[in-house]
């Protein structure tokens, strides 16, 4: 509860939408409305008279409302950027809707984000799942909803896995590299050579083969979608996840490298979206249970696959490119690399050795990464 209200709190304060009308009332309002404004704040013990309170909170105001104006601003050209550099998009119109024209490939669809993604589009888009984790019962009876078992490690049968499904249900236009593995909690000198090499298959290496398997029919169709699940841990370095993170850097490095290439290496590359999602804790089935608490104590959120699921769902039916945070309260975190080293250890706890013993991780293949 209170991490909401800290969280609705720290929102309305990056809002130039709540910030701009308060300060405007504040230095043109109304007598009566300003006093009513100024009502919480008469306890201020920083201030000696009503002048010095409405003058330090004008201030804040005026802050905090240039601050979210920039804000506002910065996020509108990062999208214009992704969207290669254009307000409309290139290519041929998608069509998400009861005719179900789309058909989305989603890896690692049996659990997790993964799950509710495929019971999000499914609504209104043919669906494929490729996992080796057995496929629920309940998804399997979706309309529309495709399973085909295949160890993604195994590159060999993923790209005859492709074949079959473009062979029975058509060119996908909507790939979403979501499967993902975490590492077991060790360290680099605690793991082995394998664990470490099969973390990249899945995690890396399988969204190369599946982008080379699917990019070429995007382009002749002028029209497609390329979604890698990555994780708040592309941007930051976590002890006892080591390789987790360094294979989810390469994952948005992947991202935005396919993003450069379409602009500049393919015709009619244009045309193809590219979008990262970066969560942060989310009980996927690769954190137990048991950690939850002790994820709890450290002041983490474990939210629902459900949060992520919703909002890839709502960026693909836009039919736009972007990098998405969820929650989106930890989007300043992707400027992690650009502080200075020793906020970055306040930031993480590493100074205070928080980060010392790590979680455990389950290592089952196919389960939506958390982030």
Known sequence: MASTV?????????EPLITAPLLYLLTRGPPHIRERILAPFQTNLLARN?????ATLITVLKVLTSLGVVKRINAAMNSFALNKWTLG??????????RKEELILITGGSS???YEMVKGFSKDARVVVIDISPFPEELAKLSDVSFYRCDITDFDAVADVCS?????HGDPTVLINNAGIGSIG???LESTNESTEKLFKVNLLSHFVL???LLPAMLRNRKGHIVTIASMASFIAGAGLLDYCCSKVGALYLSD????????RYPDGESICTTSVHPSWHATGIIPESDFKKLQRRGVRVDPPSNVADVVVEQVRRGRSGRLFVPRNQAFLAGNRNWPLWVQDLVTGIWRGRQRNGFRFRGEEGAAVEG
């Not at 800290?6 to 990056?14: I, M």
């Not at 490298?257 to 500049?264: K, P």
């Open 6 to 14: 800290l969280d609705t709190a720290a929102w309305a304060a990056s």
């Open 50 to 54: 009503s002048v010095a309170r409405v």
């Open 89 to 98: 998009r290139k290519g041929k119109e998608w069509k998400f809707g009861p």
């Open 112 to 114: 997790g984000i993964g």
């Open 164 to 168: 079959q499904i473009r062979n029975r």
């Open 186 to 188: 060790r360290s680099v």
């Open 211 to 213: 982008i080379r398997e």
């Open 257 to 264: 490298g396919i993003r450069a290439e379409c602009l500049h």
